[in-house]
T-cell receptor, first 112, second 114 residues
Framework: GENVEQHPSTLSVQEGDSAVIKCTYSDSASNYFPWYKQELGKGPQLIIDIRSNVGEKKDQRIAVTLNKTAKHFSLHITETQPEDSAVYFCAATGNRDDKIIFGKGTRLHILP | DSGVTQTPKHLITATGQRVTLRCSPRSGDLSVYWYQQSLDQGLQFLIQYYNGEERAKGNILERFSAQQFPDLHSELNLSSLELGDSALYFC?????????????FGSGTRLTVV
């Protein structure tokens, strides 16, 4: 079935260091991979996405990489700041492009 | 403000009751998706509507139903409520039928069943 695995479930990094969150997906037909950030009391917010025909995408301190062969994709946050503390979700489209399937989330703590 | 409006923000009700959650999508968006978020299950897809028609169904219980109206707002109806239905319910919208541009989420409805 369609599945997205995400790890770690919790990540603590020192302010200014980098954070990496990794995901795998099960369906080789998946072709769109968004990342969402959810702050306390709010809905998830799209922060970056990547299509299957692209291997890497960067937006300021955030970058995503995709390895279609291995069905892996990752989120990299550099020079972390206190406002980066949140829950991050990776996701992938299902095999019929009819929905987005989410990983279970990573709670990122930025330590002062 | 994301542009997706969900009401009510909080709902407390008793087991066995029925509730209706409402969602107004972002202006111009034709697709509406409903998700359930619980602590142990993460974000679970329930159902999608596109321009008034049901397009995809996830693990939605038979006690739950939804619809999208001509003005594109959507309602999620939950009946015969059980304690385990307590969760955050999110609505999201997108322009296209397929989610390639990503979703815009509302701020959710927190349902507590007592």
């Amino acid at each position: 079935g369609e599945n997205v695995e995400q790890h770690p479930s919790t990540l603590s990094v020192q302010e200014g260091d980098s954070a990496v969150i990794k995901c795998t997906y099960s369906d080789s037909a998946s072709n769109y991979f968004p990342w969402y950030k959810q702050e306390l009391g709010k809905g998830p917010q799209l922060i970056i996405d990547i299509r299957s025909n692209v291997g890497e995408k960067k937006d300021q301190r955030i970058a995503v990489t995709l390895n279609k062969t291995a069905k892996h994709f990752s989120l990299h946050i550099t020079e972390t700041q206190p406002e980066d503390s949140a829950v991050y979700f990776c996701a992938a489209t299902g095999n019929r492009d009819d929905k987005i399937i989410f990983g279970k989330g990573t709670r990122l703590h930025i330590l002062p | 403000d994301s542009g997706v409006t969900q009401t009510p923000k909080h709902l407390i009700t008793a087991t066995g009751q029925r509730v209706t959650l409402r969602c107004s999508p972002r202006s111009g968006d034709l697709s509406v998706y409903w998700y359930q978020q619980s602590l142990d299950q993460g974000l679970q897809f329930l159902i999608q509507y596109y321009n008034g028609e049901e397009r995809a169904k996830g693990n939605i219980l038979e006690r739950f139903s939804a619809q999208q109206f001509p003005d594109l707002h959507s309602e999620l109806n939950l009946s015969s409520l059980e304690l385990g239905d307590s969760a955050l319910y999110f609505c999201a919208s997108s322009v296209m039928m397929v989610p390639w541009s990503g979703y815009t989420f509302g701020s959710g409805t927190r349902l507590t069943v007592v």
